[in-house]
């Protein structure tokens, strides 16, 4: 069983966090440079986003299957939650099968450097939106009105 | 230092020999299947060479179903369909490629579509997509090079959509690389020159990447100096059966290196140089080789002086520094000579790159795929310099 208690929880949580991204500038402004429209298909709980960065500002879609991603990405939700904390070495994962990458990899590849800053967004999001139990990087203290 | 993890994978059988390529029962036989198709290019079939492997399957009880000998420069997308779709109506159970990178890399991606159908771009495409073994597929390189005949790798360009179309799996790797020697006497100098300098910077780049280990370190260096001993040989007579062979078997490691570490600055400034002004990317590799040595300098001082060794250099009680820019020398001069020999240009001015053009390499080098494995973070205002240096 994943880190995730349920799908919903796990959006809360990830589409939370890609909005905060795709409004920080600078790493949206690369983004949407690149004009790339990623769907990610997760899994344990399974729930699927698509980022969009094809217009002026980056839309994050939860449950959208429709659209045609320049690059699907799948992993399991607890790669994902890995990942946005800078502990998932991207080339390792893909190579042991922990993510699938279909679509232009080069393009993908090329987005890393522009991320890099949430990273160290991604525990202190948690902690400040009710998620405290989610970060990794600290010991997990219950929260004084749990 | 040892590296948090790695992991090496390479079930591609490897045989060498001069003339195995006539010869392959033992290991067709091991195979067990009967029925090939061959993928190769009007080149090699002119220089004789498809025919003298057919006459050798038939002559050990194998059939050959059909030929493909349509392959271009560039490995295309509409090429790997039409021979997808051949070798499926010619009722052939595995496929046989001989020729250089865009052979290879034609009959892999076309591999998939015959043996598990679908859309290539839109089912395939990307990184370990696929889920199960394709059908057998063996490989007669007749370059000493690109290496294709141990990557995981198939690059396919996507004439429609001017892009190049990147299959990175595990079930590419090819069952069985048969080096002939034999089958790359033909090569002309100038392509020699070129293609063992792609295959010297594969080798030189998978040994200095952040993806390296001590195995690909191994086939790294193994390469390395192979290359240097026998690169200008083979440039300058071509029947040089050893020096032929070596660069075969160079190519080989430096593949099997690669397609582990990855390569990094060099490669993106070349794919980014052929894309822009059709520059061949052994040629344009060869050029940018000892300019991104120079531009990791600092962060693969280390790894640079034991390379100066490799290369057989005389690096004794010389700090780690002046030992680390004898291998940037050692490669400058072999690149020397082999543009004293008229095989290899070194400057880009003399590939009919403009020198208004050199800002718009730097941006594509940093828009490609490879930069992020470069060891040192690239940018364009550092990066410029260099290319203007080596223009």
């Keep these: 069983?994943?880190?995730?208690?349920?799908?919903?929880?796990?959006?809360?949580?990830?589409?939370?966090?890609?909005?905060?991204?795709?409004?920080?500038?600078?790493?949206?402004?690369?983004?949407?440079?690149?004009?790339?429209?990623?769907?990610?298909?997760?899994?344990?709980?399974?729930?699927?986003?698509?980022?969009?960065?094809?217009?002026?500002?980056?839309?994050?879609?939860?449950?959208?299957?429709?659209?045609?991603?320049?690059?699907?990405?799948?992993?399991?939700?607890?790669?994902?939650?890995?990942?946005?904390?800078?502990?998932?070495n991207l080339t390792k994962a893909l190579t042991r099968k922990e993510m699938v990458a279909k679509g232009p990899i080069p393009k993908v590849l090329k987005l890393l450097p522009a991320i890099k800053?949430?990273?160290?967004?991604?525990?202190?999001?948690?902690?400040?939106?009710?998620?405290?139990?989610?970060?990794?990087?600290?010991?997990?203290?219950?929260?004084p009105s749990a | 230092m040892l590296p948090d993890f790695f992991e090496f994978y390479n079930p591609t059988k490897v045989v060498y020999e001069t003339g195995v390529a006539t010869d392959l029962k033992p290991e067709l036989d091991i195979i067990g299947i009967k029925k090939y198709f061959i993928v190769s290019d009007h080149?090699?079939?002119?220089?004789?060479?498809?025919?003298?492997?057919?006459?050798?399957?038939?002559?050990?009880?194998?059939?050959?179903t059909g030929k493909f000998l349509e392959v271009a420069q560039d490995a295309r997308l509409k090429d790997v369909k039409t021979c997808a779709d051949l070798i499926k109506s010619s009722g052939a159970e595995g496929i046989i490629s001989i020729g250089g990178g865009s052979v290879i890399d034609t009959a892999k991606a076309a591999n998939i579509l015959f043996s598990e159908g679908g859309d290539l771009v839109d089912d395939y495409s990307g990184a370990h997509t696929l889920t199960r073994p394709l059908k057998p597929h063996v490989v007669i390189p007749t370059t000493a090079g690109t290496g294709s005949e141990v990557t995981m790798v198939?690059?396919?360009?996507?004439?429609?959509?001017?892009?190049?179309?990147?299959?990175?799996?595990?079930?590419?790797?090819?069952?069985?690389?048969?080096?002939?020697?034999?089958?790359?006497t033909t090569l002309p100098p100038k392509m020699t020159a070129a293609t063992g300098m792609d295959a010297l910077t594969h080798a030189v780049e998978a040994y200095v990447g952040p993806q390296r280990s001590p195995i690909s370190d191994a086939f790294a260096t193994g390469a390395i100096e192979l290359i240097m001993k026998n690169l200008v040989n083979a440039t300058q007579n071509g029947e040089d059966i050893e020096a032929r062979g070596g660069m075969l078997i160079a190519s080989t490691m430096a593949g099997i290196a690669f397609t582990h570490s990855m390569v990094g600055c060099i490669h993106s400034m070349a794919?980014?140089?052929?894309?822009?002004?059709?520059?061949?990317?052994?040629?344009?590799?060869?050029?940018?080789?000892?300019?991104?040595?120079e531009y990791n300098f600092e962060e693969i001082k280390e790894k640079l002086a034991r390379l100066s060794l490799v290369m057989g250099e005389d690096a004794a009680g010389l700090s780690e520094e002046d030992a680390a820019r004898l291998s940037i020398a050692a490669v400058r001069k072999l690149t020397n000579k082999l543009n004293e020999l008229g095989a290899l240009p070194i400057r880009l001015r003399d590939v009919g790159v403009p020198e208004d053009?050199?800002?718009?390499?730097?941006e594509g080098a940093l828009n490609d795929g490879t930069s992020f494995y470069n060891p040192r973070e690239m940018d364009e205002e550092s990066l410029l310099p260099y290319i203007q240096n080596a223009y």
């Excluded at chain 2, 053009?357 to 730097?362: F, K, V």
Aim: some cysteine.
């Design chain 2, 43 to 64: 080149v090699i079939d002119g220089l004789g060479l498809v025919q003298k492997v057919a006459d050798g399957l038939a002559e050990a009880g194998f059939e050959v």
């Design chain 1, 1 to 88: 069983m994943g880190m995730f208690k349920d799908a919903e929880t796990f959006e809360k949580v990830i589409v939370g966090f890609f909005n905060l991204v795709g409004n920080t500038p600078i790493i949206a402004d690369k983004l949407l440079q690149s004009k790339m429209v990623i769907r990610f298909n997760y899994t344990d709980p399974d729930l699927v986003v698509v980022v969009d960065c094809a217009g002026d500002k980056a839309e994050v879609r939860p449950h959208d299957k429709t659209t045609t991603a320049v690059v699907e990405m799948s992993m399991s939700s607890d790669i994902a939650h890995r990942f946005w904390f800078g502990m998932v």
């Design chain 2, 357 to 362: 053009g050199l800002t718009a390499i730097a």
């Design chain 2, 154 to 184: 198939a690059v396919i360009y996507d004439e429609e959509n001017k892009e190049k179309l990147l299959f990175a799996d595990k079930f590419l790797l090819p069952n069985l690389a048969v080096l002939d020697p034999q089958m790359t």
């Design chain 2, 271 to 293: 794919h980014a140089t052929g894309g822009l002004y059709r520059v061949p990317h052994g040629v344009a590799n060869a050029i940018f080789l000892p300019f991104g040595m």
């Design chain 1, 117 to 143: 800053p949430a990273y160290a967004m991604y525990p202190k999001y948690l902690d400040e939106n009710g998620f405290r139990n989610y970060n990794i990087t600290k010991a997990y203290t219950p929260p």
